[in-house]
Every structure is written in C-alpha cells, then in structure tokens.
C-alpha cells in the first residue's frame, strides 16, 4: 500500500492525524480525493483525514480499532452543509467515492460529509449512512 503525505490541493497538516501527526493516506484514494476537488473547483475544508488506530474515536472500537476508512488512510471528513453538500456528494460519487458519512445535523459549521472507499480486502464494501 503506496502513502502519502499531502497532494496539490490537501496538505499534510490537513491529513495528519490529530492524535499521532501521521499522515498516511493511500495513493489511490488521494488520486480520487484530487479528482473531486478539481471537480468541485473549491477549497474542500477537511476536518478529519488519517486517523492512527491509537486515535481516541478509533480506540473506542475495541477489536475493530485499525479498521475504518480513516485508520486505513481513504476518507476524509469535509466541513460542508446544504446546497454545498449535496453538490460534493454528486461530484464524489461521479469520481468514484463509494462510502458516504452524512452528518448534516446540529451547527451548521459542524455538519460534514465522510467521502471514503470501499476495500473488499479490509471487509468494507459500498456504503451510505448518516452519523
């Protein structure tokens, strides 16, 4: 599995994670992630991106920590809400993103979207839900 570190348009602080500073996303998924930003032809506000299974939130899955999109280095969380939303979720899907995280619930600067991949190999296949 080929990481990296940051790409043109997402920098290595956005993608670290918070808990460690490691910042190991996939190739492939930042080629997509790229793929819709350019479609998207705006600054995508990222609020959570790799997260190490010593992460808090992943910590808390007990035995399945390591395992989720985050820990596995294809998702980000984008800060978005409305309109705006649901035009990043079309572009997304377009470009190949295939698990989909909605919260749009509360404040709205909190609200984002989980753009992520599936991995038949990690048991994660197409998914959409909401938080």
Do not use: N
Not at 6 to 34: N, P, W
Not at 59 to 77: E, N, S
Not at 103 to 111: A, Y
């Amino acid at each position: 599995m080929a990481t990296v570190t940051c790409s043109e348009h997402f920098s290595e602080d956005e993608l670290k994670c918070s808990h460690t500073g490691i910042a190991a996303m996939q190739g492939r998924y930042m080629d997509v992630l790229e793929a819709v930003r350019t479609a998207y032809g705006k600054p995508m506000r990222i609020s959570s991106a790799y997260r190490d299974k010593t992460h808090p939130v992943e910590a808390k899955k007990g035995d399945r920590a390591g395992t989720g999109d985050h820990c596995r280095g294809v998702a980000v969380d984008v800060l978005v809400a409305g309109d705006e939303a649901i035009e990043l979720m079309r572009i997304a899907i377009d470009c190949g993103i295939d698990r989909i995280g909605i919260s749009q619930k509360g404040s709205w600067d909190s609200r984002f979207i989980h753009l992520g991949l599936s991995d038949a190999d990690a048991g994660k296949g197409s998914a959409i839900w909401s938080y």
